[in-house]
């Protein structure tokens, strides 16, 4: 087996599934030691996300609330206007943020919502901060257009294994996201994508999730890995639990895979016991959202975060080293730390 930490774009299937397969303990040492080889395993990134229009989305994604086919309780919103974007991302730059990303609800924004983004990314540019959008699939102009503006990242999720996708979304391929991520790349941008799982995919299937993020022409710079947030009203609803040391084995594989990225806790931490995040962070997670909203889902208190990180005696990833591999959304030290960056 060559050197794990060495960065492949060439990994097979197979290599992904015989790495889920170590034994526990072997996997967590071998993604413990990667991680050491490119990052201080101490520090975690800590980021937050505005939600700058939510819910009233046209796509079918199984496991989405804001999806407007669903009856979930999530009221649409219109986009948020660029005055109160500014006025979010200057509190987030006063609490000691360095990056603020804006989501929308779109499948895709409409050539007509680009200036009007572009005009948000340009003014929070303005305060000094770093700039990420999630806004669904662009075109290469739409890109273009938004990297223009400042965009210096853009999340863009592949969601699940290619052989699984349409089991979870039927409005859109898997190649969409592929090309998407394309024109972000193109237009010089960096990318931040992952996943969910615990959506009733197979062990092969997350492999084939994994595979497909650190086969990408260049692997994303962050690396989101959901797990499942079951909302009633959402097809997925009831999907049976993910054991929770197969996620762990799905951190740790992501770390081998894809030493140089930051691989991020996101959906799904506040049903995570302060234990299982632990291991999380023991196999090489090293970044995490906080806040009590992630987008329309709970998410652990910035209190108990804090508290977390005293007893396993982690600290927040400072901007320089964050930089080395970039995550995509706002980065806030001082709501974790009770200090400025
Ligand atoms: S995940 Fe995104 S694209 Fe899918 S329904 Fe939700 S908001 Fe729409």
């Known amino acids: 087996m060559p050197a ?10 197979d290599e992904v599934l015989a790495l889920f397969a170590l034994p526990f303990t072997e996997l967590l040492h071998r993604a413990a030691t990667v991680h050491r080889e490119h990052f201080d395993p101490t520090e975690v990134q800590v980021s937050t996300l505005l939600s700058v229009k939510t819910g009233g989305c046209p796509e079918d994604c199984g496991y989405c609330p804001q999806a407007a086919r669903y009856h979930t309780g999530v009221e649409a919103t219109k986009l948020m206007s660029t005055e109160d974007v500014v006025a979010k991302a200057k509190q987030a ?21 680009i200036p009007k983004v572009a005009a948000m990314i340009r003014e929070v540019k303005a305060l000094g901060l770093e700039t990420c959008a999630t806004l669904g699939m662009l075109t290469d102009t739409q890109a273009h257009a938004l990297r223009d503006a400042g965009l210096d990242y853009y999340n863009h999720n592949i969601d699940t294994a290619p052989d699984f996708y349409g089991e979870v979304i ?3 391929e898997f190649q969409d996201r592929l090309d998407t991520l394309a024109h972000v790349r193109d237009a010089g941008m960096k990318t931040c994508c992952g996943g969910i799982v615990g959506m009733g995919e197979s062990r092969e299937q997350r492999a084939g999730l994994l595979h497909a993020l650190a086969t990408l022409p260049a692997h994303p710079d962050s690396v989101p890995i959901n797990r499942l947030v079951q909302v009633a009203g959402t097809p997925l609803s009831g999907t049976a639990l993910l054991d929770p040391f197969e996620f762990v084995r799905t951190i740790a594989v992501a770390r081998l895979l894809m030493p140089r990225s930051m691989v991020r806790l996101s959906a799904g931490r506040e049903t995570m016991s302060d234990e299982l995040q632990a291991l999380c962070f023991a ?21 108990h975060d804090q508290r977390l990180f005293e007893r396993l005696g982690l600290r927040p990833m400072h901007v320089a080293s964050a930089d080395v591999a970039s995550d995509c959304s706002t980065t806030v030290h001082a709501a974790i730390t009770g200090e400025a960056a």
């Open 4 to 13: 794990v930490s060495q960065v492949r774009n060439d990994w097979s299937r």
């Open 93 to 113: 730059r006063d609490a000691g943020a360095s990056r603020f990303c804006m989501g929308a609800a779109w499948r895709s924004p409409k050539d007509r919502d």
């Open 170 to 172: 039927h409005t859109r």
């Open 283 to 303: 196999a090489g997670a090293n970044s995490i959202f906080h806040g009590e909203k992630l987008l329309t889902t709970g998410n652990p208190d910035t209190e």
